[in-house]
């Protein structure tokens, strides 16, 4: 079975994490989607607590998207190596692509990746678009690929803003992590 992994930060997850997962069970050959949330961000991000992160990702569940505790049993900081290293060693039967975001590409920060280059022998990475962000096919390295699918340019920095500011966050995020964050006062 392949299984598409979907690594986040998910402070907060937001609706175009869902629409791309989506997306993907629709127009690729992957069974499943595993959202993956971090526990500790590598690049040292400041993060709200891990249990609201993690309970809102669960919100998101639904058939054909599951989430993975991998990194939360793990604990410390979250390295993409290590995690695929994990995941194959645990379902030795499943094959498994790492999906980013097109920004991720455009910037080129996953050069700053823990072991990037070794990382890249070891999974294939599906890349979404998304808007404003977008890539060509002819400038990727062999080990990604570009997906037919595009989403909204929505990021949890958006959302984080909007609700300091006191702005609604309606479509941003679904209505359940939108009553979540409100009930919990996550940010």
Known sequence: MLVACFGLSANPPHSAHLIAAREILKKTPAKEVWLIPCWRHSFSKKLAPGK????????MEQSGIKCSDVEFLRKGISYTIDTVRILKKMYPSMRFVWVIGSDIIKDQSYKKWKNWQKLAKEIKFWIVQRKGFEVR???LPACFALLPIETKNISSTLVRERLKKGLSIKGLVIPKIEKYILEKNCY
């Open 52 to 59: 609201h992160r993690w309970n809102m990702v669960k919100l």
């Open 137 to 139: 096919k002819q400038s």
